[in-house]
């Protein structure tokens, strides 16, 4: 399983960015969700939002909550997170990855096997 990941960037806080998420040479992906982690520098690594390819159901991490929408493509096999009012405390690398939705639920860094994964991809919200 290969994902390619775009977005990402420099945004000041309350602006918007999207970022893409597309699994590529997957055979069993209806059965996974494709979604994102996110890692700031000294912190561990976080579960943001992921979505079932099969039929839409998401998750969310409480603190993005009424700000990402996360999205999917199921045909192209692609996720789509869109970040607006975006904050400092959302600065990270973000991950792209794919597995069992329980997976962003129940999320522990000792977990990360449960995924397969993509390059990150770094967004800075600052001023």
């Known amino acids: 399983v290969q994902l390619q990941a775009c977005g990402g960037g420099l945004v000041q806080p309350g602006g918007s960015l999207r970022l893409s998420c597309a699994v590529i040479?997957?055979?069993?992906?209806?059965?996974?969700?494709i979604g994102w982690f996110r890692q700031a520098p000294g912190k561990e690594r976080e579960a943001v939002a992921g979505i079932m390819v099969s039929d839409g159901r998401t998750y969310y991490r409480d603190s993005v909550k009424g700000r990402f929408t996360i999205s999917r493509d199921r045909a192209k096999q692609t996720a789509y997170l869109q970040m607006n009012n975006l904050k400092p405390d959302d600065t990270a690398v973000y991950y792209c990855?794919?597995?069992?939705?329980?997976?962003?639920?129940?999320?522990?860094?000792?977990?990360?096997?449960?995924?397969?994964w993509g390059q990150g991809t770094l967004v800075t919200v600052s001023s």
């Open positions: 990855a794919t597995g069992f939705l329980a997976g962003w639920k129940n999320y522990k860094p000792e977990n990360n096997n449960d995924f397969y």
């Open positions: 040479q997957s055979t069993v992906i209806d059965h996974y969700a």
